[in-house]
């Protein structure tokens, strides 16, 4: 941008996008049409009543308020002199280069973590370690490599979180609350990513460096205790796939089981998908109550 412009930085964006949207339109293909049977109405109070629902809104959250509160603190802290590095603002590039470099080589394991092997949690709690060792250490520390060091920890919390969050999301709630949960958790980060930068500056304004990291560091242990003692890892689900002519609709409809978490009916593919705890049933039992 200190070379070519801000207009650059936009037209670039307008192009990508342009791209996207060719993609969108040519590679993309069509999805099938699902018909969903919901056996219950959502309920806000429910999603929040979830423990492992709210954890995940909150750590949403966090991390887009932790996102704008670093963009306004790392560049004010390495520029302004009077936090003791006095970098030329040309110079910005040689902490966030090394840092999104690591964050995008941290998002691959991550989510293979995560997902295969259904240890999100672990990832989260990881991450949210990050988190906090990243704001003392811009708090605390007078070395720039220290400093820097503390920005690619940011970027790498950052991105292993990025991948999981709206899978978990849509993995813990029912099949009614999946919407409503996801909007919930997204209204959550929009609002969150205004407090988290605005706090950052007025706070800022107001406080030392020192104060200002171990603040956010403060902030992130009691997300730390908070994700370790009241989420859980998601169960493992398969899918057990029937032709629809072979289901009778009867039983399907009367199917209540705590270990099933949804069931739906491929229109386009003219079949059956339940999605069941296959640590919970076996599938030749489940299929048996079913067929005609």
Do not use: C
Request: without cysteine; glycine residues 6%; proline residues 4%.
């Amino acid at each position: 941008a200190s070379h070519y412009g801000i207009s650059t930085i936009f037209v670039i964006t307008a192009v990508l996008a342009f791209v996207a949207i060719i993609v969108l339109f040519t590679k993309v293909p069509t999805p099938p049409k699902i018909k969903h049977i919901y056996h219950n109405q959502t309920k806000t109070s429910d999603i929040l009543k979830d423990p492992n629902l709210l954890s995940m809104i909150i750590i949403n959250a966090m991390q887009k308020g932790l996102m704008t509160a670093a963009f306004v603190i790392i560049p004010v802290f390495l520029t302004q002199p009077e936090y003791g590095f006095n970098w030329a603002k040309s110079d910005l590039w040689m902490v966030y280069a090394p840092a999104m470099v690591a964050g995008l080589v941290a998002m691959g394991p991550a989510a293979v973590f995560g997902e295969k092997r259904n240890i999100p949690k672990q990832i989260f709690l990881l991450s949210i370690v990050l988190f906090l060792a990243s704001f003392l250490m811009m708090g605390l520390t007078n070395s720039s490599a220290v400093f820097v060091t503390a920005v690619i920890f940011f970027f790498v919390a950052f991105n292993m979180m990025e991948p999981l969050v709206q899978s978990m999301i849509s993995k813990f709630a029912k099949v009614h609350q999946k919407g409503a949960a996801l909007g919930i958790a997204n209204s959550a980060a929009y609002f969150f990513t205004f407090i988290g930068g605005t706090f950052a500056g007025l706070y800022l304004d107001i406080s030392s460096r020192e104060t200002l990291g171990l603040t956010i560091g403060g902030i992130a242990l009691v997300w730390l205790l908070w994700t370790a003692f009241k989420m859980k890892n998601p169960l493992r689900y398969s899918h057990l796939i029937i032709p629809e002519d072979e289901v009778d609709f009867d039983k399907l409809n009367a199917l209540e089981h705590e270990h099933i978490a949804e069931w739906f009916i491929n229109e386009t593919e003219k079949v059956v998908v339940i999605k069941y705890a296959s640590e919970k049933l076996e599938e030749d039992d489940l299929k048996a109550k079913i067929i005609k």
